[in-house]
């Protein structure tokens, strides 16, 4: 009943920078509860954002990385910056609404020369 779609992502040379987007429709829910995580080749799945609220910021992964919404567009930013090859990555949105965990299809970012 909810739906999120990820989009933003691509090939970012080092030290470049990209915004993620999470579109989200279906059931209306708090936008604050959505989550960004990623998961690289032979990882495990992190956390790369705190939540948010009604548009606030919140530094994540030692402030490299920024969350922000935009509620008249049901959309959740996430504003990546310094980006390193380590950052390499498929990029989820993830939220967990009535009990019921939903997520995204990811977007890939490659962070590469």
């Known amino acids: 009943q909810v739906q999120l779609v990820e989009s933003g992502g691509g090939l970012v040379q080092p030290g470049g920078s990209l915004r993620l987007s999470c579109a989200t429709s279906?059931?209306?829910?708090?936008?604050?509860?959505v989550g960004w995580y990623r998961q690289a080749p032979g990882k495990q799945r992190e956390k790369v954002a705190p939540?948010?609220?009604?548009?606030a910021y919140r530094d994540a992964v030692t402030g490299q990385f920024r969350i922000s919404t935009d509620v008249t567009k049901r959309t959740v930013y996430l504003q990546m910056k310094n980006l390193r090859p380590e950052d390499t990555a498929i990029y989820y949105c993830?939220?967990?609404?009535?009990?019921?965990?939903?997520w995204g299809q990811g977007t890939l970012v490659t962070v590469s020369s």
């Open positions: 279906g059931i209306a829910f708090d936008l604050s509860t």
């Open positions: 939540g948010h609220s009604g548009g």
């Open positions: 993830g939220v967990n609404y009535n009990g019921v965990e939903y």
